[in-house]
């Protein structure tokens, strides 16, 4: 089984909808992490965790919003989706007290029309 | 100016060629340094990391030019499976966040 799982694989949506991505992981890492994907642009940091009472906000953090709800899980939310939020979303967790590796996820496809 | 950015390719070459990239950053406070490998609509993993006196690993070599603030993959004898976008991380020194370029595209072909 992964170590890091997403959900849903693939969504598809519409303007003004809310919709939340699930991120799981097995790793038992403290750190986790939620990256957008866009052609070009390369992987920008939405928000991250570094345990479960610490949230903080990445480059991107305009119009999304995240949860932990316990070590192993991190969700993503969308309040009201756009269009330009179509992109692929990256789940990802880290381990520093062992070394500063990322693991990913398997991402989610999001078309928001 | 973008804090880390990379020439997109893509880079066609023959199996067995020899094929270089470089990555730039732009924060001189710069801890640690990465190269992730991630296939077509696959997620990204970690392919090695760069340190400060280079590293190799098989057919990859890594580099780390502090002057000019780059770092470099180097891979010989390629094969028809390294096809794949090559992403350069960067941690600019604050937390364990990680600046990604967008990547450079390998294509190897037959």
């Known amino acids: 089984d992964a170590d890091v799982t997403q959900t849903p694989r693939n969504r598809i949506t519409k303007t003004g909808k809310r919709i939340m991505l699930e991120c799981s992981q097995t790793k038992g890492h403290d750190r986790m992490y939620w990256y957008r994907q866009d052609p070009g642009l390369g992987l920008r940091l939405i928000y991250y965790s570094f345990d479960v009472k610490d949230i903080n906000k990445g480059e991107i953090s305009d119009g999304y919003s995240v949860s932990r709800q316990a070590q192993a899980k991190f969700s993503l939310s969308l309040e009201s989706a756009i269009p330009n939020q179509t992109a692929l979303y990256f789940c990802?967790?880290?381990?520093?007290?062992?070394?500063?590796?990322?693991?990913f996820g398997p991402g989610t496809r999001l078309l928001v029309l | 100016r973008k804090e880390v950015e990379q020439d997109p390719g893509p880079f066609n070459v023959p199996e067995g060629a020899t094929v270089a990239f470089n990555c730039t950053y732009s924060n001189s406070a710069s801890q640690s340094f990465f190269w992730y490998r991630q296939d077509c609509r696959k997620e990204p993993k970690l392919l090695m990391s760069v340190y400060s006196s280079g590293n190799e690993d098989g057919r990859f070599t890594a580099q780390l030019n502090r002057a000019s603030q780059y770092i470099s993959l180097l891979i010989r004898d390629s094969k028809l499976s390294d096809s794949a976008t090559y992403l350069c991380a960067v941690n600019p020194g604050d937390d364990y966040k990680l600046s990604f370029g967008a990547g450079t595209t390998v294509t190897v072909r037959a």
């Open positions: 990802a967790t880290s381990d520093p007290d062992r070394d500063e590796t990322q693991y």
